[in-house]
């Protein structure tokens, strides 16, 4: 979960660097501070360390890139679904559900105070 500090600062970042300025501690203040917010001193010198260490166009470019493979490539395995066959083919997430509500305990012959 990201702060505000945290967001404020990213996008001070982003919007800098789209303008090409250099970024450092006292524009990113100064532009948290003309958007009316608050955030912890060390955030701007925290992202602006960050960015001068990092090539930003090649941080920009890679976002959400490090993500697993299975993260990445899930979207690769499912199947394509059109609206005929969306409706009528129930998902995996609804056939658990479905699974888990037909076994009872009392099916199962299982009580916990037996």
């Not at 009316?36 to 260490?53: D, I, R």
């Not at 697993?68 to 009528?88: E, G, K």
């Not at 995996?92 to 037909?102: M, R, Y």
Request: net charge negative; glycine share 4%; with cysteine.
């Amino acid at each position: 979960m990201s702060s505000v500090g945290e967001l404020a600062c990213t996008y001070a970042c982003l919007i800098l660097h789209d303008d090409n300025i250099p970024i450092n501690a006292e524009r990113i203040g100064t532009l948290i501070k003309a958007s009316n917010l608050k955030v912890e001193s060390y955030w701007p010198s925290l992202f602006a360390k960050l960015c001068q260490k990092m090539n930003m166009d090649e941080l920009i470019m890679n976002v959400g890139a490090g993500g697993t493979a299975t993260s990445i490539n899930v979207a690769a395995a499912a199947p394509p679904t059109t609206d005929n066959n969306a409706a009528a083919a129930p998902s995996t997430h609804d056939k658990k559900k479905e699974e888990i509500k037909e076994e009872s305990d009392d099916e199962m012959m299982f009580s916990l105070f037996d």
